[in-house]
């Protein structure tokens, strides 16, 4: 089977202690210590007023690492294809749509519903770059971020059949309130980023390539020197791609083993740029 290699071209990241990707370089280069702050989330600055009032964490989690990525590949998100992954979308928008339904008033404003459904964030992209290019949001659990790579990854190659334009990966999660947090102990939001190139560019970072015959691995995930970085990757899934991101820093040649099934993780390997 051949094996499908694409260019990693943009980064985005934002989490609890980490403002953008160039923060996280520094702590998982070990330069900087990750820090277990509060997620500071923006208003997303691309929206037309009226959206911009109504949206949640999602929206700005997803539009923050976004665009982060797109403008560090010198690229117009308008043409992008995306990918949107995320193990169980706005946790605060259900937990009011919750609250809402088991009071006396069960009727749910229309804001709310449109934003508790799961390609919310997908649409919101395309009403801030104008995009009309095919979106896809997925979701499978705790292995949502590998789930995402591994399509991203095929839609790469699968459009540089026809032409060779990039595709961009949003991953994202975000905390709920009590008492959905007792159930899904998700503690802070996060998001990642990235912009995959099926081919090479001056903007390019590092190449993964996925062997469709062992690209399921019995193996432990590849785990973070830093503690904090660590414990953000264990306990929220969409922080499942830093090490990916740790390769990047390091640009050294290897596997890279991210969590993703019960009894197999994604193994990729990377090729420094």
Same mark, same amino acid.
């Given at each position: 089977?051949?094996?499908?290699?694409?260019?990693?071209?943009?980064?985005?990241?934002?989490?609890?202690?980490?403002?953008?990707?160039?923060? #996280?370089? =520094?702590?998982?280069?070990?330069?900087?210590?990750?820090?277990?702050?509060? *997620?500071?989330?923006?208003?997303?600055?691309?929206?037309?007023?009226?959206? $911009?009032?109504?949206?949640?964490?999602?929206?700005?989690?997803?539009?923050?690492?976004?665009? =982060?990525?797109?403008?560090?590949?010198?690229?117009?998100?308008?043409?992008?294809?995306?990918?949107?992954?995320? @193990?169980?979308?706005?946790?605060?928008?259900?937990?009011?749509?919750?609250?809402?339904?088991?009071?006396?008033?069960?009727? %749910?404003?229309?804001?709310?519903?449109?934003? @508790?459904?799961?390609?919310?964030?997908?649409?919101?992209?395309? %009403?801030?770059?104008?995009?009309?290019?095919?979106?896809?949001?997925?979701?499978?659990?705790?292995?949502?971020?590998?789930?995402?790579?591994?399509?991203?990854?095929?839609?790469?190659?699968?459009?540089?059949?026809?032409?060779?334009?990039?595709?961009?990966?949003?991953?994202?999660?975000?905390?709920?309130?009590?008492?959905?947090?007792?159930?899904?102990?998700?503690?802070?939001?996060?998001?990642?980023?990235?912009?995959? @190139?099926?081919?090479? *560019?001056?903007? @390019?970072? #590092?190449? %993964?390539?996925?062997?469709?015959?062992?690209?399921?691995?019995?193996?432990?995930?590849?785990?973070?020197?830093?503690?904090?970085?660590?414990?953000? $990757?264990?306990?929220?899934?969409?922080? $499942? #791609?830093?090490?990916?991101?740790?390769?990047?820093?390091?640009?050294?040649? #290897?596997?890279? $083993?991210?969590?993703?099934?019960?009894?197999?993780?994604? =193994?990729?390997?990377?090729?420094?740029?």
């Amino acid at each position: 089977m051949t094996a499908l290699s694409v260019f990693i071209n943009g980064v985005g990241l934002l989490g609890p202690g980490i403002a953008d990707w160039a923060q #996280g370089q =520094e702590q998982l280069a070990g330069r900087a210590p990750g820090q277990w702050l509060k *997620t500071v989330l923006a208003a997303p600055a691309h929206l037309p007023p009226a959206e $911009r009032r109504r949206a949640g964490a999602v929206i700005r989690v997803s539009q923050a690492v976004g665009f =982060e990525a797109v403008a560090a590949a010198g690229i117009a998100p308008q043409g992008l294809v995306s990918v949107f992954t995320s @193990s169980g979308g706005d946790g605060v928008n259900c937990h009011e749509i919750c609250s809402q339904l088991a009071s006396d008033d069960r009727l %749910i404003s229309p804001t709310r519903f449109h934003n @508790s459904v799961h390609n919310a964030a997908s649409g919101y992209w395309g %009403i801030a770059t104008g995009a009309m290019a095919a979106s896809t949001a997925l979701c499978a659990f705790d292995g949502s971020f590998a789930a995402g790579l591994v399509e991203a990854i095929t839609q790469t190659v699968t459009q540089a059949v026809v032409q060779a334009e990039p595709v961009l990966l949003v991953a994202f999660d975000t905390d709920y309130p009590e008492p959905l947090r007792t159930c899904r102990p998700v503690p802070d939001t996060f998001g990642l980023a990235l912009v995959l @190139s099926p081919v090479r *560019t001056a903007h @390019s970072l #590092g190449q %993964i390539t996925l062997h469709p015959a062992s690209y399921l691995s019995p193996g432990p995930a590849d785990v973070l020197v830093d503690a904090v970085l660590e414990a953000q $990757r264990q306990r929220i899934p969409a922080a $499942r #791609g830093l090490p990916l991101l740790a390769a990047l820093v390091r640009q050294q040649a #290897g596997m890279v $083993r991210l969590d993703y099934l019960d009894d197999a993780r994604l =193994e990729l390997e990377f090729t420094p740029c």
